[in-house]
């Protein structure tokens, strides 16, 4: 089992990018064959432009801002497909979503999640998930998925505590 942090995937090198996110998302459909209808695009338009994990309710409100129209089952759709495509993540924990770093591959990566300013950190870490998964298989468990998250205090909340 390897134990290297690949570079391209180490959680400080993400940058938030909407546009770039966005662009990823879309070569990644057309080179899959995947339909990104308007509304699937505009949530993930929405999704991408948030710095931090939104929830589908303030999807919906937006969306509604926007078209008027805009129905709860028409917003878990498009979440529904992003999720399916590795598109977005979903934070079990908060029930909100993220943009994924990486879009074009499949992975399972855990999440730091801060309790005080709701920021979420993605860890591409295979190591995590390939631990997880091989505990999991020696026990006879067959794994499906592995949602992983760690919720504390983030460098920037902890060092505004101190300054206070």
């Not at 929830?55 to 919906?60: E, N």
């Not at 300013?117 to 998925?145: H, I, K, M, N, Y």
Request: glycine content about 6%; proline content about 5%.
């Amino acid at each position: 089992m390897s134990t290297t942090v690949h570079p391209a995937h180490d959680a400080h090198l993400h940058r938030h990018d909407a546009g770039a996110f966005v662009a990823a998302v879309e070569a990644a459909c057309a080179t899959r064959g995947l339909r990104l209808t308007p509304l699937r695009l505009r949530v993930l338009e929405l999704v991408a432009a948030e710095a931090k994990p939104v929830k589908a309710y303030d999807l919906l409100d937006r969306l509604r801002g926007e078209q008027g129209s805009a129905a709860p089952p028409t917003v878990y759709r498009a979440l529904d497909f992003l999720l399916e495509h590795g598109f977005i993540h979903k934070l079990e924990s908060i029930n909100a979503f993220v943009g994924c770093h990486h879009p074009d591959e499949a992975h399972q990566v855990p999440f730091l999640i801060c309790d005080v300013c709701a920021s979420a950190v993605e860890l591409c870490d295979e190591r995590v998930a390939t631990l997880l998964g091989g505990q999991a298989r020696e026990r006879g468990f067959v794994p499906r998925a592995q949602t992983l998250e760690v919720h504390g205090v983030c460098a920037a909340c902890t060092a505004a505590a101190r300054t206070s």
